[in-house]
């Protein structure tokens, strides 16, 4: 379904997820597979048409964090590579192996159901194994004491019939933080990986095609982690400081325009509980743009969007489907107007920064009464809209 309302919108740059692409597939080297994590919606830039993107560029291997994700890929034909790397229920493995999914796996429970349907359908189940090694979330536990119980768990797996263990992978908790303490983290996180992955291959007698670690910090920062894939979201997408550090680009760019202008006397308070007065007399642009956008409303009073003449300031509690901006001294700002939220001119960064938080929420955060046009070759290639029709 397309998009005829100009309300609010966001421009995805396929372009520049492609040269962001491209650039770090230059960092990352030759001989190094690229996984494309592409979950929640492709942190909210649309998984089908990123991934038809990555795909066509050459990209070796998908992430996401559900079947119902991997399967929207698939029903839009992507036929690539693709990782869960969540549970799926063992009902669920007819469709994994139908559809030609990777599964991730976290632990004996999780092996023994998967090998157990495998086999019962007479099939084998393509499989990745999580090892724990210091993120404390999903995985085989493998540090400390729990090392040898961790190498006979997985080796295990392993050799489990109906599960073809293609990759071994693990996720650093602090790759993406400063200071000496969170890099010796890492380092211990990754000395684990290579010692788990030794001694399984030595213990099995197996090789693991595919082992991969190397996230968003670890791919900026840690390259002696890239092994045989890496497995970045975010600098994907162009966003943090790493991203800026090697030279990508944002890829979403979210706008608003205003709907009506209103000129209010000094004194006047403006939007719900009244929390901001106008000081003088105030020129305000009302914006289609809320917290069911996305919009969170604890910046209300808070935070700047970009006008054409400069950056202007949120004033009042943000509503649901409306906020409200100082528009005085902009005469250039009339009703119409295109106003940024955030994307190349006002940086994401920024934003994330006031509400306390990282880039990836605001991103996902964008709701799906928000339209993308998807920009290709420098055109608009599509205008999707996500509602029902
Ligand atoms: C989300 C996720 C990634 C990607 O993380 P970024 O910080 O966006 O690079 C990689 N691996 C796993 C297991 C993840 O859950």
């Known amino acids: 379904m397309e998009s005829t309302l100009k309300r609010t919108w966001t421009e995805i740059d396929l372009d520049?997820?492609?040269?962001n692409y491209e650039k770090l597939r230059n960092k990352t080297g030759a001989g190094v597979k690229f996984l494309g994590v592409v979950k929640a919606d492709a942190y909210g830039h649309g998984a089908i048409m990123v991934a038809k993107a990555l795909e066509e560029a050459g990209t070796d291997y998908l992430a996401v964090s559900s079947i119902d994700e991997a399967m929207e890929l698939r029903l839009n034909g992507i036929k690539m590579p693709v990782l869960i790397l969540g549970h799926t229920p063992r009902e669920q493995v007819e469709r994994l192996i139908e559809y030609d999914i990777t599964q991730a796996v976290t632990c004996k429970a999780k092996a023994v159901e998967y090998s157990e349907e495998a086999q019962r359908l007479g099939k084998t189940l393509r499989i990745h194994i999580k090892v724990d090694t210091g993120m404390s979330r999903l995985g085989y536990l493998c540090d400390g004491d729990y090392f040898n119980t961790g190498i006979d768990g997985i080796s295990e797996a392993v050799n489990m019939p109906g599960l073809d263990a293609e990759g071994i992978f693990t996720h650093f908790a602090v790759s993406d933080e400063p200071g000496e303490e969170c890099q010796k983290y890492t380092e211990h996180q990754f000395s684990l990986f290579k010692s788990v992955?030794?001694?399984?291959e030595q213990k099995t007698g197996k090789r693991f095609k595919l082992r991969h670690c190397a996230n968003t910090g670890a791919v900026a920062r840690y390259p002696e982690t890239y092994l045989d894939m890496v497995r970045p979201g975010l600098l994907l997408y162009g966003y943090g400081e790493f991203a800026s550090e090697l030279g990508l680009e944002p890829v979403m760019t979210l706008k608003t325009n205003i709907s009506t202008i209103k000129i209010y006397p000094a004194g006047t308070a403006i939007s719900y509980g009244g929390i901001y007065k106008t000081t003088h007399t105030t020129r305000v642009g009302v914006?289609?743009?809320g917290y069911a956008d996305g919009f969170f409303r604890a910046l209300s009073?808070?935070?700047?969007?970009?006008t054409s003449m400069g950056p202007a300031k949120q004033i009042g509690k943000?509503?649901?489907?409306?906020?409200?901006i100082d528009i005085s001294d902009m005469p250039e700002v009339v009703v119409g107007s295109e106003i940024e939220i955030f994307g190349k001119n006002n940086p994401i960064e920024d934003l994330a920064s006031i509400a306390g938080t990282i880039p990836y929420e605001l991103t996902c955060a964008v709701s799906k009464r928000v339209p993308r046009d998807y920009i290709k070759n420098g055109e608009i290639i599509c205008k999707e809209l996500m509602l029902r029709m």
């Open 16 to 19: 520049a997820l492609i040269r």
């Open 197 to 200: 992955i030794e001694n399984v």
């Open 287 to 289: 914006l289609p743009y």
């Open 301 to 306: 009073n808070k935070c700047t969007l970009m």
């Open 318 to 324: 943000i509503c649901m489907d409306m906020c409200m």
